[in-house]
């Protein structure tokens, strides 16, 4: 799951950059050498030909050794590693969150699974009192009143059953995206 959640791919690189940058801190102690190389063609003539050429190549080398900061070097490099520590706080968070979150997900379709196998069962119950309701009005055994009374719990399972299907196709519209299956 976490291998498909693009927010926390997002968050494994952002720290991933954070060890980088401790990294590029930490280099700033050591010496630099920096390499130079110009090459410089040029001519001038009157006329129309190539007069007075004159060719130039000139090289260098620069060594830079950090010998006194002020304490910046090293300020900068524990900040770096600050930020890497709240990066990999933040990595361990996001992870507790998502497993916490696809947990109380799957509690919610297993909840709502089981609402639905309960309204089905009821349901047939309810449309099985009406149809015996309709037969006994028919013969004069109960009163209007109480076949109306039956319909009404008939379409209360209906209503029931079509709001657990609701929650269970919601819970699992909510797994998908926390399975990163869908994009928020």
Same mark, same amino acid.
């Given at each position: 799951?976490?291998?498909?959640?693009?927010?926390?791919?997002?968050?494994?690189?952002?720290?991933?950059?954070?060890?980088?940058?401790?990294?590029?801190?930490?280099?700033?102690?050591?010496?630099?050498?920096?390499?130079?190389?110009?090459?410089a063609y040029n001519a001038?003539?009157?006329?129309?030909?190539?007069?007075?050429?004159?060719? %130039?190549?000139?090289?260098?080398?620069?060594?830079?050794?950090?010998?006194?900061?002020?304490?910046?070097?090293?300020?900068?490099?524990?900040?770096? %590693?600050?930020?890497l520590s709240k990066a990999?706080?933040?990595?361990?968070?996001? $992870?507790?969150?998502?497993?916490?979150?696809?947990?109380?997900?799957?509690? $919610?379709?297993?909840?709502?699974?089981?609402?639905?196998?309960?309204?089905?069962?009821?349901?047939?119950?309810?449309?099985?009192?009406?149809?015996?309701?309709?037969?006994?009005?028919?013969n004069g055994l109960i009163?209007?009143?109480?076949?109306?009374?039956?319909?009404?719990?008939?379409?209360?399972?209906?209503?029931?059953?079509?709001?657990?299907?609701?929650?269970?196709?919601?819970?699992?519209?909510?797994?998908?995206?926390?399975?990163?299956?869908?994009?928020?």
């Amino acid at each position: 799951i976490l291998a498909d959640r693009s927010d926390y791919q997002a968050i494994l690189m952002e720290r991933d950059l954070k060890e980088t940058d401790v990294s590029a801190q930490k280099s700033d102690h050591w010496p630099t050498l920096d390499a130079n190389l110009i090459y410089a063609y040029n001519a001038a003539s009157d006329e129309q030909k190539m007069e007075n050429e004159n060719e %130039s190549v000139i090289a260098g080398l620069t060594l830079s050794i950090p010998i006194f900061s002020g304490g910046y070097t090293s300020a900068q490099v524990k900040k770096s %590693s600050i930020e890497l520590s709240k990066a990999h706080i933040n990595a361990e968070k996001t $992870r507790r969150e998502i497993e916490a979150e696809v947990s109380n997900i799957y509690v $919610r379709l297993t909840e709502a699974e089981q609402r639905i196998l309960s309204a089905k069962t009821t349901r047939k119950t309810a449309e099985k009192a009406y149809n015996i309701g309709k037969v006994q009005s028919e013969n004069g055994l109960i009163t209007q009143l109480q076949l109306r009374d039956a319909r009404i719990f008939l379409e209360q399972a209906h209503l029931n059953y079509y709001s657990a299907v609701f929650d269970y196709l919601s819970a699992y519209l909510d797994w998908q995206k926390a399975t990163g299956q869908v994009r928020k």
